[in-house]
């Protein structure tokens, strides 16, 4: 058996069966090359290969792509069966659908001289896994546990629908946390939303308040930005204090 993107062939001792499963398979291989050669998805698939799982707003900041331009090639990869995703309400987590997907980056890149994908190392999967920014707020293990301590003390409210909103005790909570929250930022822009964090099957906080959580703790000079990722890391300040608010799971 003889198995090439998006089909699979029977051989046969026949030579024009052989010559029809070499035509398919050179289709098939045509059409796989022409996902890749957009650079746009060259870089989408290149991103899943080295980071892993990731949402959509995520892969959008960090690739520098618009929503809906970021969407539409997803699509595309994913009815040609290079990615998969995974739904839970609006949040989409996108993977890559294969093992061979990754090495098949790693041949391309080889072949213009580059030493190809760059997996994430145990350590920095694990990095991410804690504590990382999503679009503009907290996500990981800390984001996680910092929203659910939040909505356990008051301070927040979810509805059913996954919508938050401030509760009794918000401004202090938010107070000890160094958001005031007057400072918030006047517009449309959805308050808060439980967003589904794809790491740890929980929920972090996002929307304007989430936002301003994070822009917080950065100002107090409790997270720092790892430059060129969106691992975010605890200061010493920010364990002594953060951490000392948190529940020990």
């Given at each position: 058996m003889v198995v090439c993107w998006g089909s699979t062939v029977h051989a046969s001792s026949?030579?024009?069966?052989?010559?029809?499963?070499?035509?398919?398979?050179?289709?098939?291989?045509?059409?796989?090359?022409?996902e890749l050669a957009s650079p746009v998805r060259l870089r989408v698939l290149t991103h899943l290969a080295r980071e892993g799982a990731c949402q959509v707003r995520e892969m959008s900041q960090t690739l520098g792509l618009g929503d809906s331009q970021l969407s539409n090639h997803l699509a595309r990869l994913r009815r040609r069966g290079l990615v998969e995703v995974e739904r839970s309400g609006r949040f989409a987590t996108y993977r890559l659908a294969d093992r061979d997907i990754r090495e098949l980056l790693d041949v391309l890149y080889a072949a213009v001289g580059h030493p190809g994908v760059q997996d994430a190392t145990p350590n920095r999967r694990a990095a991410l896994a804690y504590c990382r920014s999503c679009y503009d707020h907290l996500a990981g293990e800390l984001g996680v546990r910092l929203y659910e301590w939040l909505l356990r003390r008051g301070a927040l409210h979810q509805d059913d629908d996954g919508n938050v909103d401030f509760g009794e005790q918000a401004e202090r909570a938010f107070i000890d946390l160094g958001v005031g929250l007057t400072a918030l930022p006047a517009g449309r822009r959805h308050l808060g939303f439980a967003c589904r964090d794809w790491t740890q099957g929980r929920y972090h906080l996002g929307g304007a308040l989430g936002a301003a959580l994070l822009s917080g703790l950065f100002e107090r000079e409790w997270l720092t930005r790892e430059p060129g990722s969106r691992v975010l890391r605890l200061t010493g300040s920010g364990e002594r204090n953060l951490l000392a608010l948190l529940p020990r799971e």
């Amino acid at each position: 058996m003889v198995v090439c993107w998006g089909s699979t062939v029977h051989a046969s001792s026949h030579p024009e069966h052989r010559d029809d499963e070499q035509g398919g398979a050179v289709g098939a291989a045509a059409d796989l090359a022409a996902e890749l050669a957009s650079p746009v998805r060259l870089r989408v698939l290149t991103h899943l290969a080295r980071e892993g799982a990731c949402q959509v707003r995520e892969m959008s900041q960090t690739l520098g792509l618009g929503d809906s331009q970021l969407s539409n090639h997803l699509a595309r990869l994913r009815r040609r069966g290079l990615v998969e995703v995974e739904r839970s309400g609006r949040f989409a987590t996108y993977r890559l659908a294969d093992r061979d997907i990754r090495e098949l980056l790693d041949v391309l890149y080889a072949a213009v001289g580059h030493p190809g994908v760059q997996d994430a190392t145990p350590n920095r999967r694990a990095a991410l896994a804690y504590c990382r920014s999503c679009y503009d707020h907290l996500a990981g293990e800390l984001g996680v546990r910092l929203y659910e301590w939040l909505l356990r003390r008051g301070a927040l409210h979810q509805d059913d629908d996954g919508n938050v909103d401030f509760g009794e005790q918000a401004e202090r909570a938010f107070i000890d946390l160094g958001v005031g929250l007057t400072a918030l930022p006047a517009g449309r822009r959805h308050l808060g939303f439980a967003c589904r964090d794809w790491t740890q099957g929980r929920y972090h906080l996002g929307g304007a308040l989430g936002a301003a959580l994070l822009s917080g703790l950065f100002e107090r000079e409790w997270l720092t930005r790892e430059p060129g990722s969106r691992v975010l890391r605890l200061t010493g300040s920010g364990e002594r204090n953060l951490l000392a608010l948190l529940p020990r799971e």
